[in-house]
């Protein structure tokens, strides 16, 4: 899908839908995808798989939209302080939710609308993150675990 468009994320899968994370550089997108990677090895999510990591070819197929690595980032995520590791990843996955970091619109208890993204005039839930707060904890009990992961 050379044409399709790209936006600075990362997208895990975490059972039959993926996630999309968003935020703005050094936000912690890497991280949370290596946290969720780990859950899903750990067994607290059915699975963790990369999809993509930095950026994110994303295309609308059937009402729902398409998530899939750009090809020559295929299977790389940064481990900051680390470096650029390489991991097993999906080719394409449904995207299923979207969670926004260091989000500045967080609020403590949102509306209805402040938990939906739209993309492509497809709606999914959304979970915004303030900046400082710690995404994974609150992730995994919105997926419906509560499952600590260190």
Known sequence: MPDS???????????????????P????????????????????????????????????????ILA??????????????????RLAYEAVAVLGFVVDLAASDAQRLPTVREREAVIENIALPLLA?????DPLPMVLTWLGTDAAVA
């Open 129 to 133: 993150v303030a900046a400082g707060e």
């Open 25 to 64: 550089s050094g936000s912690g997108k890497s991280r949370l995808a290596l946290g969720l990677i780990r859950a899903g090895k750990a067994g607290h999510l059915p699975i963790g798989r990369l999809v993509a990591d930095d950026r994110v070819q994303l295309e609308a197929s059937h009402g729902r």
């Open 68 to 85: 899939r690595p750009v090809p020559r980032l295929a299977g790389l995520i940064e481990a900051r302080g680390v470096g650029i590791r």
């Open 5 to 23: 468009p790209t936006v600075h994320a990362s997208s895990v899968l975490v059972g039959p839908r993926a996630i999309l994370i968003r935020g």
